[in-house]
């Protein structure tokens, strides 16, 4: 189970202490593990770290909640987890324990967690507002209620309880929208291990070849590097392109189809997020080619809006008008390029949005629009450019060539003080790129 380094410890205290700060004196903030997951009776998903509380303690064990205490004389940062136990370690591994929270990961105190319901009302006792993502998890809400009415319980005895619930995202959210050094080098990490896997994959694929087959190669290369999946990867050859969150992967790839591969690595906790579509055979047709080159296009002209200042959504405006007059020239389309995007008739093939946060989520938190208005790109925020093109296989309105063909292409990137950096950089992106590490 990893654990954060010297400096990444100090990094998730000065993380605890922007947080209390920005709550007040008088907030106490709350925030449970993520629980374990049942599969199947007695198996269990492989256990994901809440994100939130990853983020402010670094520990990946479940059955712990993390509570936060501005101006408590006698520790701030406390944690409730479980205790050592030799029997249980046993069958699923070493556990911190309450002296490991305090020395491995930094905390101020630790209490068992079979304690905490002696101990949390008293922590809730004097303090005005409680900080809690309300509605996440149904099971810990009741437990929450349950100790704040007892606290109330004793209100005739001059307890004071807390008076409002408070979103803790809206503190927590604007936080992790920007990204620390320590964050920046796990996201090159799992950008670095993706593009290689995204390469092997397109030298792995043959015609012939089930899309399974196809994933696996890709995620051999995340194991073999300690990664893992940042969420379930698409390959889709063919029609299945166009099926935005198409995961059966389980068609056979045809010569004659383009597949599209989106599959990003986790590292600590931090996602990478890529697109590909490449050639079963090596070698694109004309027709695949030139819409290729257009979600290229399309790509590169919202990049050229990824800079401190510009409003978020211009990458994406840019990249639909690319794409539209590209659709246009090409005949898919008909009319006036301004009238179509206002009608809204290019969403037929521009079905999603350019790009989304990326961090500790795939889709990371943090507010796209401020008052009503695109919010403006700063230094640290990390985000995916992935403009596509997709084109139904029945959509009789257009020529049979261009039938069944789903494009998208996705890069990680981060705004720095004087532009951009493309996390992802080194994985071939143009049709002649592709088609030569193919024929490598």
């Known amino acids: 189970m990893p654990m954060p380094a010297s400096s990444e410890r100090k990094g998730l205290a000065r993380r605890r202490r922007q947080l209390m700060q920005a709550a007040g004196d008088g907030a106490i903030l709350i925030l449970p593990a993520a629980p374990?997951?049942?599969?199947?009776?007695?198996?269990?998903?492989?256990?994901?770290?809440?994100?939130?509380?990853?983020?402010?303690?670094?520990?990946?064990?479940?059955?712990?909640?993390?509570?936060?205490?501005?101006?408590?004389?006698?520790?701030?940062?406390?944690?409730?987890?479980?205790?050592?136990?030799?029997?249980?370690?046993?069958?699923d591994g070493p556990r911190l324990g309450t002296q490991g929270a305090i020395d491995?990961?930094?905390?101020?105190?630790?209490?068992?967690?079979?304690?905490?319901?002696?101990?949390?009302?008293?922590?809730?006792?004097?303090?005005?507002?409680?900080?809690?993502?309300?509605?996440?998890d149904a099971e810990f809400d009741l437990k929450l209620i349950g100790w704040i009415n007892r606290v109330r319980a004793q209100a005739r005895h001059g307890a004071q309880p807390p008076q409002e619930f408070l979103?803790?995202?809206?503190?927590?959210?604007?936080?992790r929208l920007f990204k620390t050094a320590d964050e920046i080098r796990h996201l090159q990490r799992a950008a670095d291990i993706s593009v290689e896997a995204h390469r092997a994959a397109m030298r792995a694929v043959r015609?012939?070849?089930?899309?399974?087959?196809?994933?696996?190669?890709?995620?051999?290369?995340f194991r073999r590097h300690g990664a893992q999946p940042a969420y379930a990867s698409i390959v889709g050859g063919g029609a299945n392109a166009c099926v935005l969150h198409y995961i059966d992967n389980t068609a056979v790839l045809r010569a004659d189809e383009l597949v599209l591969v989106d599959a990003g690595a986790e590292v600590g906790g931090y996602a990478a997020d890529i697109t590909r579509s490449f050639p079963v055979a090596g070698r694109f047709?004309?027709?695949?080619?030139?819409?290729?080159?257009?979600?290229?296009?399309?790509?590169?002209?919202?990049?050229?809006q990824a800079r401190p200042g510009r409003p978020y959504e211009a990458g994406h405006d840019a990249a639909v008008t690319t794409l539209v007059e590209g659709l246009l020239s090409l005949g898919i389309l008909q009319g006036d390029a301004r009238a179509l995007i206002a009608s809204g008739a290019h969403k037929r093939y521009i079905r999603h949005k350019t790009g989304h946060w990326l961090g500790l989520d795939v889709h990371d938190v943090g507010e796209y629009r401020i008052e009503g208005a695109s919010r403006l790109l700063e230094p640290g925020m990390v985000f995916t450019l992935e403009p596509g093109l997709y084109i139904p296989a029945d959509d009789a309105s257009v020529a049979p060539k261009w039938r069944g063909i789903g494009i998208r292409i996705e890069d990680d990137v981060l705004i720095t003080r004087d532009g951009h950096r493309v996390l992802t950089s080194a994985l071939e992106r143009s049709a002649d790129e592709v088609e030569a590490l193919m024929a490598k």
């Open 285 to 304: 047709n004309k027709a695949q080619r030139a819409l290729h080159t257009l979600v290229c296009a399309a790509q590169a002209a919202a990049l050229a």
């Open 207 to 221: 015609p012939g070849m089930q899309e399974y087959a196809l994933q696996a190669e890709l995620e051999y290369v």
């Open 104 to 136: 491995v990961l930094g905390l101020d105190d630790a209490y068992p967690i079979d304690d905490i319901d002696e101990i949390l009302p008293g922590l809730l006792e004097g303090r005005r507002q409680v900080h809690y993502h309300l509605g996440r």
């Open 36 to 91: 374990v997951r049942v599969r199947s009776r007695d198996t269990h998903y492989p256990y994901r770290q809440d994100s939130d509380f990853l983020y402010l303690t670094g520990c990946h064990e479940p059955d712990a909640v993390l509570v936060l205490v501005p101006g408590r004389k006698h520790g701030e940062a406390l944690l409730f987890c479980r205790e050592r136990d030799p029997e249980r370690e046993g069958w």
């Open 167 to 175: 979103a803790l995202g809206h503190l927590l959210d604007e936080m």
